[in-house]
């Protein structure tokens, strides 16, 4: 592939070589001295659409680690204000003949479009309701180092139940992640209430639930989504108090689940809301800040992979 843009686009065996390439990352993150100089010479543009902190700043640190030139432009405070169209930006970011550009944008297929008009690889940062590939890489990556830390083989979820439970209707994470976990062999409840649940998503092999009590029933993960509410218009908003009483995450809630159930959340939260503060720094059970730390390891194998046929080096099981 020269792009990433979905989980879907990537069979078994990229998704599980990508995690295994990232493992030299997570290793040097925890170095005195992070640099390497894989990507020296190369430009990476951060090109984002929409607000973000996790994956905005792992990219740029990703890029920074393996000694790339990294810019960031936000929409903001780009011409997009003024009125250039996207197919415009797009060319414009193409004139400045980047190595790769990364792109979050609100529309589900903004990212491909950009990867049409472009010559360089691009990474999808999340588009719309559609996917965020390297957040389900970075989760996957996140769960298999805590499975193994327990003394888990955990070459991949065989045999695993991993709850996804949120606004899934509006979720490019629950559905990247439904993907990834799937290939990767997990079961997967996909829990919301009804308004929040997209039509037909059984289709895509998830078991569906709207009781949150019964999706976490011997579960071994529960992956908590927040309430997109800046997606939501002219449609059932919850309230807080009334979401939290029916779909938060709380200690009792989670007393369901496995014996040491494993908590994941992408970010950013919303406690008290979708998940209790107890529940969420549980030292022993909550993977939260684990998943942030892979994101940047993620981040790099990602850009190092996609970036070697222009540095002449093989990659993807291809010849350079
Ligand atoms: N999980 C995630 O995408 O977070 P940000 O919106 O902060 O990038």
Redesign the pocket.
């Known amino acids: 592939h020269r792009d990433l843009i979905g989980i879907g686009q990537l069979e078994r065996h990229e998704i599980l070589f990508l995690l295994d390439e990232a493992e030299q990352w997570v290793a040097l993150n925890r170095q005195a001295t992070k640099h390497e100089n894989l990507l020296s010479g190369l430009t990476v543009i951060n090109a984002f659409f929409e607000?973000?902190?996790?994956?905005?700043l792992s990219f740029e640190i990703a890029g920074k680690r393996l000694g790339a030139d990294v810019v960031n432009m936000h929409a903001a405070q780009s011409s997009v204000k003024k009125g250039e169209t996207l197919i415009d930006t797009a060319i414009t970011l193409n004139a400045m003949r980047a190595d790769a550009i990364v792109i979050r944008h609100g529309s589900s297929g903004a990212t491909q479009l950009i990867a049409d008009k472009v010559d360089c690889p691009v990474l999808n940062a999340?588009d719309g309701q559609h996917e965020?590939p390297t957040?389900a890489l970075l989760d996957a990556l996140a769960l298999r180092h805590a499975l193994r830390a327990r003394g888990a083989a955990a070459e991949d979820f065989t045999g695993l139940t991993i709850v996804i439970c949120g606004d899934i209707l509006h979720s490019r994470v629950a559905r990247s992640n439904l993907l990834c976990l799937q290939a990767l062999g997990a079961s997967v409840r996909l829990c919301a209430p009804p308004a929040l649940m997209p039509v037909g998503i059984e289709a895509m092999g998830a078991e569906v639930f709207h009781d949150f009590d019964a999706a976490l029933e011997g579960a071994d993960v529960a992956m908590m989504l927040r309430l997109q509410t800046e997606r939501m218009s002219g449609q059932f908003i919850p309230s807080a108090r009334e979401y939290h009483h029916l779909y938060g995450l709380t200690k009792e809630r989670l007393d369901r689940a496995a014996k040491d159930a494993l908590v994941m959340h992408?970010?950013?939260m919303n406690r008290g809301v979708e998940i209790d503060s107890e529940v969420a720094d549980m030292i022993d059970r909550s993977i939260i800040t684990r998943q942030v730390e892979m994101g940047v390891a993620i981040r790099m194998a990602a850009l190092d992979v996609l970036t070697r046929r222009a540095r002449g080096v093989a990659g993807w099981g291809e010849a350079a």
Do not use: E, M
């Not at 607000?51 to 905005?56: E, H, V």
């Open positions: 607000n973000s902190t996790r994956t905005l999340g965020h957040q992408p970010g950013p």
